[in-house]
Each structure stands twice: as C-alpha cells, then as structure tokens.
C-alpha cells in the first residue's frame, strides 16, 4: 500500500502503519480499503468487550441524551454507580476517577506522599521497580523503571528508587526514614508481560505492614479482568492499600480510577480534582463494561479461552523452536528466538492480524476479553503462516 496519509500534521510520535481504521467490531478491525483484521492488541489491553461493544455504544448514547457534563464539583448518578460497584467487587473504600492510567497513578503518589506527610513525618520516597511501567507524565516517568527515561526530560521528578522486580531483599535494602511506599504492577506489562511471584506478592504486604508503608498496585493494564481474575492482585490474595485502574475500565473510552482504603484517604478540598474527572459520559460507559464483565460466567469464559490460546502459543513454540509463553488471561506472551519483533508485527499486520511487540524479542498479545475459540484458532493459524515465512 503506498502512503496516501504523509505528510500530515499529526505529531509522529511513533511509526504508525499507513492503515486508517474506519470501524470495529468485536475482534476485528477495518481500515478505509475494507480490509478486515483480526485484532489482538485492541487498542492496547484496552477494548475488553472488543471493538465498539453494542453495551458500551448504547451506555455512551444514551448517557449523550441525558448529561455529558455537570463538571467535577457536582454530583453525578453513573459516577455515583460506577464507584458504588467499584467498591463493593475491589475491597477499596474509595474512588477518584480520572481520564488516563498517568493521571491515576499522579493521584496515587500525591495520596502517599500526602499520607507520609501527615502520617510518617513527611516520608515521601516511592519504592518502584526497574523495567516497571506506570506512564508518560513527567512524575510517573520517574516512577517508570525503563532505562534512560530517568535522563530523557531531565531534571526527572525526585522522590523515587528502584529495586529488583520479584526480589524482596532488593526491597527492603532501600526502606528507610524517608519511605513511604512500594508502587508495582503485580504483572509488569510493558516490560513483556512478566508476574510477580505470589510469595513476591505476599513478602511486599509483609514487609510494608513490619514498616508502616503503603502498598500500591498499578493495576491499570491488569486490572478489569484482564488477567482472569477482576484484579491481578487478588490472585495472590494480598490487600494493598492503593489501586490505580485504566485502559480496560472505560472499553475504549477515556477512563481511570484511583481506589483506597480508607485509613490512607487523606486528600482534604483542593489536594485534587481535574475538569473531566468522573464525567458522567465516561463513567457511564465504565459502569456498562465492569457490570458486564462482573456478570456469571464471563471470567470463567475468559480463562477457557485463555487455556486455549496458551496451549496454541505454546505448541507453535514447539513446532518453531520459540522460547516461554508467560502471562495470565488475555495477557499472554511469547518469547523468540531473536529480535524479530517488530518484523513479526510487520508481516502479520499484511496477513490480517495486528499484533504487538513491547520488546524485541517477544510478543504480546492482548485480545479482547470475551474472545471465541474460533478467532483464537484463525489468529493461531496466521501466526503460524508468518512464523513459516521467516524460516
Ligand atoms: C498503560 C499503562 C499506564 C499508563 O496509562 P495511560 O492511560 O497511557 O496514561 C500506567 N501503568 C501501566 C501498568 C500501564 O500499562
């Protein structure tokens, strides 16, 4: 296809293939030329229901009718309900919601650090985790463990340290006066899909109840069923005391929360807010997407489906001499044999199936959460053809 879209004036801050999409549909994606393409990355863990689920649009055109926006200082009634479900499935007391995964973890170190303030002496250093993942602001790029990211738009934001995923003496080498909290995704996604052990898990809760620090949870990629469970964390059966939520809790739109317990809820007026903060278009269509997804049957399906696609992925390793397959529900990975990534993406986006590859040498698959045998088949079936043409 010859690029019919450069020049434009979109700022390029990634290369984008010369596709434009023009529509969705559950686990398929069209671009303008009609071509249809089986979608496993669905806007990134984002499209739990798929592409533009009926729920979702009827949720979003309804709520359009009725009030898309009082502003943040007013109640509203699907903020009010996506909050009251929030709470009573998650353990957390309290919600503030905001428009992106960044801004939620923003609101989780300003929670801690105000905490520390009133609570520990004005301890305020946040423990995170080399190659962990928490966003693009400039605070919680400092959070983020990716190298070089601590130099990119220096001077970074103070206040961080990193230890080793999955290590707790590596942890607890750097608690002191000054520390308020650990902050980590309890599956580091961008980092190529890779969990935290339960005892990791467990260790953490212990240590932060021996030195009286939080623990927060960056749920925002594992969170809303992603990885089988509501949350990623329950798994390990540890209770943090802050959880952040993004992508898979709108379905595609805008979205994100900041849960607490309540002995850590600290804000007093004015410590936060933001203007588009629990709107009720948005929270309207969280709410469609948490209550379908809490519903009998849905998770059970999830992790069936999961089952299936592991033990493909896990086959095609065998036949093409691959390494691992890690990850849990629709947050699988698979490592390769050298760093043909991004030329895997490249080939089977031309036969059909978008794919997508975090790290070179491995690729990630996040396919809608309600996902059929048969889609995983056909996604199977053209991941092999494009592992057969590399060889
Ligand atoms: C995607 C992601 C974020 C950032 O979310 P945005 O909505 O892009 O700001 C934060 N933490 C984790 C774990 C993520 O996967």
Known sequence: MKSSVLPNPLMQITPRPDQVFVRGEGAYLFDEAGRRYLDWVQGWAVNGLGHSPAVVAAALAHQATQLINPGPAFYNQPALDLAAWLAAHSGFDQVFFANSGAEANEGAIKLARKWGRLHKGGASEIITFTNGFHGRTLATMAATGKPGWDTLFAPAVPGFVKATYNDLDSVRA???????????????????????????????????????????????????????????????????????????????????????????????????????????????????????????????????????????????????????????????????????????????????????????NLLRFMPALNTMPAEIEEGLVLLASVLAGLS
């Open 174 to 360: 750097l608690i002191g006066p000054h520390t308020v909290a650990v902050m980590l995704e309890p599956i580091q996604g961008e980092a190529g899909v890779i969990p935290a052990n339960t005892a990791f898990l467990q260790g953490l809760r212990s240590l932060c109840d021996e030195h009286a620090l939080l623990l927060i949870v960056d749920e925002v990629q594992t969170g809303c069923g992603r990885t089988g469970s509501l949350f990623a964390h329950s798994a390990a059966g540890i209770a943090p005391d802050i959880m952040t939520l993004g992508k898979g809790i709108g379905g595609g739109v805008p979205l994100s929360a900041l849960l607490a317990r309540e002995a850590v809820c600290c804000f007093e007026y004015g410590d936060q807010g933001g203007t588009y903060c629990g709107n009720p278009l948005m929270c309207a269509a969280g709410l469609a997407v948490m209550q379908r997804i809490g519903e009998p049957g849905f998770l059970e399906h999830l992790n069936v489906m999961s089952a299936q696609m592991a033990s493909g992925l896990r086959a095609l390793s065998a036949r093409f001499g691959l390494g691992e397959v890690r990850g849990r529900g629709m947050l699988l990975a698979l490592v390769l044999s050298a760093p043909v990534g991004p030329d895997i993406v490249q080939r089977a986006r031309d036969e059909g199936l978008l794919l997508n590859s975090p790290r070179p």
